[in-house]
């Protein structure tokens, strides 16, 4: 059984005044629509505040986690025992004048949108990024990728705050980045992407706009509309997911207001009012159907977070 966490909440409405709203519900910050309640939660707006909220937390030993746009994430049904950050940081800034020329922006920003403003500049580097709806946060800790590039191989620094080391400039080298993972994820570290800057190279802005379409047409042939996570599962050495679990017969699984896509079997929709525990349950159907079918241990591209404890079946690797 998890021990409950009692929040602090007179010390946090000292701290943080009438920026702290309590006891809300998380579907409203998630790209599924799903979650439950959070005691607290705070909006950031930039990236001072972010490191402020961060620094405090971390003083009073409240746990929480930063969402920017929710997407990549299953909620609990039974909330989070913590305060939540919502990401709203997001100022960007085109760098020409340094070799290579760069675009430097805060965690919040949307990728896609971040990629499209350097398009419109005339630059290349960042076509890729395009078709994600993630932030640059979120991105930079999960090693974003998609068609012909990932954050691994355009990162140029993140500015972390790291609660033991303390605020400093990572490269990606530092990052010990793999397939849709790096340090920060894999070890749960107590960090913060308060920013990021990602090398660029010189073209035209009709190059440039060509390519992202192309990805953007490819990817709305493959991928379905609807409330959901991204991709549920990543993909295993030499194979896809999404086939692995259409080739055990699970593809169109429904579960409560949860599907799995009849479009792209690595995508679970929220069609009606979804539960977590729907989504969960799906997730187990794939990852035994699979299993006894090609011997094949899926692993989860998303994070799951909050209260899993009264769940019928528990997540490994939870955030408690």
């Known amino acids: 059984m998890v021990s409950k966490i009692t929040l602090p909440l007179e010390l946090l409405r000292k701290t943080f005044g009438e920026r702290l709203q309590e006891n809300v519900r998380l579907e409203n910050y998630t790209t599924a629509h799903i979650g439950g309640i959070v005691g607290g939660l705070l909006i950031a707006n930039n990236q001072e505040e972010l490191t ?36 709203r940081a997001r100022n960007m800034k085109i760098v020409t004048n340094e070799d290579p020329p760069s675009v ?74 793999s397939y849709r993972t ?8 107590p960090a913060v992407i308060l920013s990021a800057r990602f090398a660029l190279s010189p073209s035209t802005p009709a190059l440039v706009q060509e390519k992202m379409r192309k990805f953007s047409v490819q990817r709305r042939a493959s991928q379905p509309p609807g409330a959901s996570m991204g991709s549920m599962f990543k993909n295993p050495p030499g194979d896809f ?41 799906l997730i187990q159907q794939c990852r ?6 090609f011997g094949v241990d899926l692993e989860l591209e998303i994070e799951t977070l909050g209260d899993w404890s009264a769940s019928k079946d528990t997540p490994r690797g939870r955030e408690e």
């Not at 990162?155 to 605020?167: F, P, T």
């Not at 080739?247 to 069609?271: D, M, Q």
């Not at 035994?288 to 079918?293: H, I, L, Q, R």
């Open 52 to 87: 402020q909220f961060a620094t405090d937390l971390w003083a009073m030993s409240v746990p929480f986690r930063i969402l920017g746009n929710g997407s990549n994430v299953l909620v609990s049904d039974h909330g989070y025992q913590g305060v939540i950050i919502v990401n």
């Open 104 to 177: 430097w922006a805060e965690s919040g920003a949307n990728l896609g949108g971040l990629a499209r403003q350097v398009a419109l500049q005339g630059f290349s580097g960042m076509e890729w990024a395009a078709v994600i709806p993630g932030t640059v946060g979120g991105a930079v800790y999960g090693n974003a990728g998609a068609y012909d590039g990932d954050i691994q191989g355009s990162l140029l620094l993140a500015d972390i705050l790291h609660q033991k080391l303390g605020r400093n400039n990572w490269k990606s080298s530092q990052m010990q980045y």
């Open 182 to 189: 790096s340090i920060l994820k894999s070890q749960h570290q």
């Open 241 to 281: 997911a999404g086939r692995l679990i259409e080739a055990a017969g699970l593809k169109g699984l429904r579960i409560g207001g949860a599907e799995i896509s009849k479009k792209h079997a690595n995508f679970f929709i929220n069609t009606e009012e979804a539960t977590a525990q729907d989504i969960w349950e």
């Open 288 to 293: 035994n159907g699979v299993m006894d079918t």
